[in-house]
């Protein structure tokens, strides 16, 4: 537990959100260095984590930013990401974003409909200006060997359909105010088998034989994101094997002459730099377990109560013998549940407690239920 500076963080209110700046730092390295040998284009998406001051030390590296709405693309260019490195995707962009969008020059717009295509140039034609666009490709992949498409494809609301293609490409030629650009893809999240990667890379060269005997060029092919982080060991493996993530595309992805692949990394990026720190209220003995109550919620917290995640939790400052422990919040809701049965040292009354690798969709999903306090952001770097 060598990697907390313990004594400072006791002294913190909370509960609060501590990020390891030195881990984002190296994280952020290992990134360019992997990626730069092949000349991949990375973007952070900042749905994971929108925090000003981890953008601004993404900014820092030269990455660029993946937005989903228009704040978000608002507060990339407040923490000084170049417009051209900013795309904006997303299912439901309001007229209000894409203006927003198209007032700060975005590189790209990830488009996943015709209406939508239509409304950009609408509104591009009325700024005076012409919209890039990336078609977000619903790549169509069979169930059986993708499980992590939750949704069946007839179901699943992302994308544009293979079966479409020919229609929207023909809209292109119709519309004056939008530029084709390129094509994308996002196949899910928390994926640590890369063969899954694999898979995708198949079918994009697939897709990429459609466009060239169409004779159309994608000149960016945006694979999107979703690289998965240890979520149980985060002590041991603190950074996501890119090395290996980006082989499998340099390995399978067929590229033809000119083209630039683009990524959007969420959680690989910022996942494990992040740590929920609270206290132990009280602890309380139930008929078959013994209750740890936390000062912290699913408000600061949701993913546990969302999606049932698994959180590493440690007891930062008890030493004493192990025993099993339900880590559970203050809030009124069943769910408010950070681990059940988890083994913890003997724990009392004002112990710190940290929940792992809660630095992607942890503090930005934070929220007031309860008429709570937003949790603080605390950095390494700061104490
Ligand atoms: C959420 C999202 C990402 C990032 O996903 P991670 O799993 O956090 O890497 C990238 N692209 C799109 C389109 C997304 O919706």
Redesign the pocket.
């Known amino acids: 537990m060598s990697m907390f500076p313990l004594n400072k963080l006791q002294e913190i209110e909370t509960p609060f959100y501590y990020y390891n700046m030195d881990l984002l730092d190296d994280t952020l390295r290992t990134i360019k260095k992997e990626s730069e040998k092949y000349n991949y284009h990375i973007h952070y998406?900042v749905?994971?984590n929108a925090n000003q001051r981890i953008l601004k030390t993404i900014n820092s590296f030269g990455f660029g930013a993946?937005c989903?709405s228009g704040n978000e693309v608002a507060a990339s260019i407040e923490a000084g990401f170049t417009s051209d490195r900013v795309v904006f995707?997303?299912v439901g962009k309001s007229d209000k974003e894409i203006n927003i969008g198209l007032n700060n020059n975005i590189g790209c717009f990830?488009v996943e409909s015709i209406p939508e295509l239509e409304v950009i140039n609408e509104l591009a034609e009325k700024a005076g200006k012409v919209a890039g666009i990336a078609l977000?490709i619903n790549p169509n992949v069979k169930a059986n060997t993708h499980h992590y498409i939750t949704t069946g494809l007839e179901e699943n609301k992302?994308g544009i359909y293979i079966w479409d293609l020919e229609k929207v490409m023909a809209k292109f030629k119709d519309l004056k105010n939008v530029e084709f650009k390129g094509i994308?893809f996002?196949i899910?999240?928390?994926?640590q088998d890369l063969e899954s990667f694999k898979q995708l890379c198949v079918r994009v060269n697939e897709l990429q034989e459609w466009f060239e005997q169409n004779r159309y060029f994608p000149q960016i092919i945006n694979v999107?994101?979703?690289?998965?982080i240890d979520y149980e060991k985060p002590v041991e493996n603190p950074i996501p094997d890119f090395k290996a993530f980006f082989k499998v595309f340099g390995d399978f992805l067929e590229l033809k002459e000119g083209q630039e692949v683009h990524f959007?990394?969420?959680?690989?990026?910022v996942a494990q730099c992040g740590t929920l720190m609270s206290k132990v209220i009280y602890v309380k003995e139930g008929v078959n377990t013994s209750f740890a109550i936390v000062d912290a919620g699913m408000s600061d917290l949701i993913r546990p109560a969302l999606y049932q995640a698994y959180h590493k939790i440690d007891n930062l400052t008890s030493l004493g013998a192990d025993q099993k422990y339900d880590v559970v919040g203050p809030i009124c809701e069943s769910s408010d549940c950070f681990g059940k049965a988890v083994t913890l040292p003997e724990t009392k009354r004002g112990d710190l407690i940290a929940i792992r690798s809660a630095g992607?969709?942890g503090e930005v999903m934070a929220n007031q239920y309860n008429l709570r306090e937003l949790p603080q952001a605390i950095y390494s770097s700061d104490l």
Do not use: P
């Open positions: 998406a749905k994971a993946d989903v995707a997303g990830n977000r992302f994308h996002h899910g999240s928390q994926i999107g994101g979703g690289l998965g959007e990394l969420g959680r690989s990026v992607a969709y």
